[in-house]
């Protein structure tokens, strides 16, 4: 399956659910999936896929919204739930980008939550892969990551980048994954090296994903004009507002959650603002004067 756009609500009790396929056996790539997915006491849950089956790939995907376990549901992943690996071949996941929040409620000190930003549980290759919503499990003694919820030892995770935040209240969790499997080259903060790499590698939407991860919605108000700045920024990036007529009378920027940032600089001459790691809203009145 390829180049599809889905806009889907799923909320049932079900293994094996995703946003394209319960199971994939074969190749989706270039997807994107806009959604609210919630499975209660089910296993297996993805933004595109439940369960990346042997020997498949999912590339070049992007999943917007939110995916959410309830009650006993374990293996859920802003991409995939369970990436498997058999010595008949490897389920791959490169070039995705998840900008959805992904959560659990899963307690369980056995099979644990197995819960990542992009894969649940994986026992294959991921790599190329940004995450930049939270994760978040309100169990306990449950293996949760940015990017892996749980790595068997074998499989190869590399070269990915996770923008958001871990929340739990154990301490079997990180940053990147969940448990001790090994992962390489990967990061919280814009790398041009990483973005140069993936680019020269033909991964486009990760590039994308790691330069420009959070919109900026600006209001304008008033016969002024701001100039045009970029629709999206980069945590830690420092964004102007200037006039191109007139002058700033009023200006606010918060982000997605509400809170004010900071300005620096003055009406006349314009203000700035570092980006945060998270949607930002800015809402301006120009007059047409100065």
Same mark, same amino acid.
């Given at each position: 399956?390829?180049?599809?756009?889905?806009?889907?609500?799923?909320?049932?009790?079900?293994?094996?659910?995703?946003? $394209?396929?319960?199971?994939?056996?074969?190749?989706?790539?270039?997807?994107?999936?806009?959604?609210?997915?919630?499975?209660?006491?089910?296993?297996?849950?993805?933004?595109?896929?439940?369960?990346?089956?042997?020997?498949?790939?999912?590339?070049?995907?992007?999943?917007?919204?939110?995916?959410?376990?309830?009650?006993?549901?374990?293996?859920?992943?802003?991409?995939?739930?369970?990436?498997?690996?058999?010595?008949?071949?490897?389920?791959?996941?490169?070039?995705?980008?998840?900008?959805?929040?992904?959560?659990?409620?899963?307690?369980?000190? $056995?099979?644990?939550?197995?819960?990542?930003?992009?894969?649940?549980?994986?026992?294959?290759?991921?790599?190329?892969?940004?995450?930049?919503?939270?994760?978040?499990?309100?169990?306990?003694?449950?293996?949760?990551?940015?990017? $892996?919820?749980?790595?068997?030892?074998?499989?190869?995770?590399?070269?990915?980048?996770?923008?958001?935040?871990?929340?739990?209240?154990?301490?079997?969790?990180? !940053?990147?994954?969940?448990?001790?499997?090994?992962?390489?080259?990967?990061?919280?903060?814009?790398?041009?090296?990483?973005?140069?790499?993936?680019?020269?590698?033909?991964?486009?939407?990760?590039?994308?994903?790691?330069?420009?991860?959070?919109?900026?919605?600006?209001?304008?108000?008033?016969?002024?004009?701001?100039?045009?700045?970029?629709?999206?920024?980069?945590?830690?990036?420092? $964004?102007?507002?200037?006039?191109?007529?007139? !002058?700033?009378?009023?200006?606010?920027?918060?982000?997605?959650?509400?809170?004010?940032?900071?300005?620096?600089?003055?009406?006349?001459?314009?203000?700035?603002?570092?980006?945060?790691? !998270?949607?930002?809203?800015?809402?301006?009145?120009?007059?047409?004067?100065?």
């Amino acid at each position: 399956m390829h180049d599809l756009n889905v806009v889907c609500t799923i909320n049932c009790v079900a293994n094996y659910l995703g946003g $394209i396929a319960g199971t994939n056996f074969g190749l989706i790539e270039n997807c994107t999936v806009t959604t609210t997915i919630v499975n209660e006491d089910g296993d297996y849950t993805g933004g595109i896929c439940g369960y990346n089956a042997d020997g498949s790939i999912v590339r070049g995907c992007h999943v917007m919204g939110t995916i959410q376990g309830k009650g006993s549901a374990s293996c859920i992943g802003g991409i995939c739930g369970y990436n498997y690996y058999t010595y008949s071949g490897n389920g791959e996941i490169y070039n995705c980008w998840v900008e959805a929040d992904v959560s659990s409620e899963h307690y369980n000190a $056995i099979t644990h939550a197995r819960l990542g930003g992009i894969c649940g549980f994986n026992t294959c290759n991921v790599s190329y892969c940004c995450m930049t919503g939270n994760v978040t499990n309100t169990g306990g003694n449950s293996g949760v990551g940015g990017i $892996i919820g749980i790595n068997n030892t074998r499989p190869s995770v590399s070269h990915c980048t996770f923008y958001g935040t871990v929340t739990v209240n154990h301490d079997q969790a990180s !940053k990147y994954c969940g448990n001790s499997g090994s992962v390489s080259d990967m990061y919280d903060t814009f790398q041009q090296s990483e973005y140069d790499d993936a680019i020269a590698a033909g991964h486009t939407l990760y590039a994308q994903a790691i330069k420009y991860p959070y919109t900026i919605n600006v209001k304008k108000y008033g016969p002024g004009e701001l100039r045009d700045i970029e629709p999206r920024g980069c945590p830690g990036q420092t $964004i102007s507002l200037t006039v191109a007529s007139g !002058k700033l009378d009023e200006i606010t920027v918060r982000d997605a959650v509400g809170n004010d940032i900071s300005l620096s600089g003055n009406a006349t001459d314009g203000y700035t603002f570092t980006m945060p790691k !998270k949607n930002v809203k800015v809402l301006s009145l120009a007059t047409g004067t100065r």
